[in-house]
């Protein structure tokens, strides 16, 4: 298998374009600080690491995910969205950015759990309740911030109170960020039980438009951003206290680390070969259609870049 049909890098020159900002998986094009061009490229990242080699349709799939979730809750949540120009590409208004993220938990799963297993009654400032067990449901959604780290750290918990006492968000607009962070995974929990699914856990972002308006940027409701299980064989698996079924991007890092490797130093990522990178490339197309309820339809991947910077350029017209 030839890796000319992933993209892994981008490297675009667009009219009027200001800047470019790589994340881990997407590249972010300013242009002419009014709106942003966003490239979902096929970057695999795991532990906090980029892996070597991209994955077949895994940028395509998270930018159709995203972009679908963002048009099936507009009516409770606005958001940054313009336009998909390409399969892999989300248009839209430049925000700046809130640095929380808004992480809402429906089970006691993740890092709540182990917070939980250590004896640990309280996450962010929210309460527990004694006398769970890992996966089981909280009586209601907790919301635990967590603060946007710089490149290369790792995200802190943080409480409602410190973010407002530090002044990282002001206090009226965190009420409206936990608004609507309730109100989004209200409507991705609905969505999630139409297609057999429960949706665990996820994390929205947010930005203000230049206008001063809060919206959803980044992703949605992506296998990326979110931990679901199937539904059907939960409270079996509860009652049995066996490991639930998950969908999510949890069997790469489980893969990783039969393979020695957990992002610590000294750590050599393991070789990923052809086969295996072709079997996370299905699992992601089966993710996306287990969560969208559709089949995954192909783009062209004779050249990505062409095909992408081709799209952009007569969008930007």
């Not at 790589?22 to 972010?28: S, T």
């Not at 009420?175 to 139409?194: N, P, V």
Request: a negative charge; charged letters at 30%.
């Amino acid at each position: 298998m030839k890796h000319n049909n992933t993209i892994t890098d981008t490297n675009f020159t667009f009219p009027n374009q200001k800047s470019v900002y790589k994340g881990k998986v997407r590249e972010v094009y300013n242009i002419n600080d009014e709106q942003l061009i966003m490239i979902a490229t096929d970057r695999l990242s795991a532990f906090d690491v980029v892996m070597p080699k991209g994955i077949p349709f895994k940028g395509q799939i998270l930018n159709q995910i995203a972009t679908s979730m963002m048009k099936a809750t507009e009516d409770l949540v606005p958001n940054w969205l313009t336009a998909t120009p390409d399969p892999n590409v989300a248009a839209g208004h430049l925000c700046e950015p809130f640095k929380v993220e808004m992480v809402i938990r429906g089970y006691l799963s993740g890092h709540a759990a182990r917070e939980y297993k250590a004896g640990k009654r309280e996450l962010c400032g929210v309460e527990m309740p004694n006398g769970l067990k890992e996966n089981d449901s909280f009586p209601e959604p907790i919301i635990t911030p967590a603060t946007k780290a710089e490149m290369g750290d790792h995200d802190e918990d943080i409480s409602r109170e410190d973010i407002i006492k530090r002044g990282i968000v002001s206090e009226e607009d965190y009420l409206i960020l936990e608004d609507y962070t309730r109100k989004l995974f209200q409507r991705g929990s609905e969505i999630a039980d139409m297609r057999g699914l429960i949706l665990v856990d996820t994390k929205y972002e947010f930005g203000k438009t230049k206008a001063g308006k809060i919206v959803l940027i980044d992703e949605i409701h992506t296998p990326d951003s979110s931990r679901y299980f199937y539904k059907d064989g939960y409270q079996d698996r509860q009652d049995l206290d066996e490991p639930q079924k998950q969908l999510s991007k949890e069997f790469v890092r489980q893969w990783l680390i039969s393979n020695n490797f957990q992002g610590l130093e000294g750590q050599a990522v393991p070789e990923m070969s052809d086969d295996y990178i072709q079997t996370v490339s299905e699992r992601y197309i089966e993710l996306y259609e287990k969560i969208m309820g559709e089949d995954f339809v192909k783009a062209d991947v004779s050249n990505i870049q062409e095909r992408i910077e081709a799209n952009v350029l007569e969008y930007l017209k």
